[in-house]
Nanobody, 115 residues
Framework: QVQLVESGGGLVQPGGSLRLSCAAS????????GGWYRQAPGKQRELVAT???????NYADSVKGRFTISRDNAKNTVYLQMDSLKLDDTAVYYC?????????WGQGTQVTISS
């Protein structure tokens, strides 16, 4: 079993930045792909960004050029740097670790963009 704990959410003004962290209870990101998803009120959960164990990244079109996913294997942590935040980025952000048929989720962290 793997536990994922997100942190770094909060309230920020439009145009601001936040960095989310996802810490795993054991070393998995050398094998598992790490990902960030988000769910806004009344909407389905959607992919934000993923990073493979080889370091390849993928982003939703809505965040390309503004968000950066990265990982630190020594710290068992995946990060999401979010810049130029917009009102539409308001959501609960969830961390995911996936490999084959294994998939683990964090509890989510709230990100609110408001002026």
């Amino acid at each position: 079993q793997v536990q994922l704990v997100e942190s770094g959410g909060g309230l920020v003004q439009p145009g601001g930045s936040l960095r989310l962290s996802c810490a795993a209870s054991r070393s998995i990101f050398t094998i598992y792909a790490g990902g960030w998803y988000r769910q806004a009120p009344g909407k389905q959960r959607e992919l934000v960004a993923t990073i493979t164990n080889g370091g390849s990244t993928n982003y939703a079109d809505s965040v390309k050029g503004r968000f950066t996913i990265s990982r630190d294997n020594a710290k068992n942590t995946v990060y999401l740097q979010m810049d130029s935040l917009k009102l539409d980025d308001t959501a609960v952000y969830y961390c995911n670790a996936a490999w084959l048929h294994f998939s683990y989720w964090g509890q989510g962290t709230q990100v609110t963009i408001s002026s």
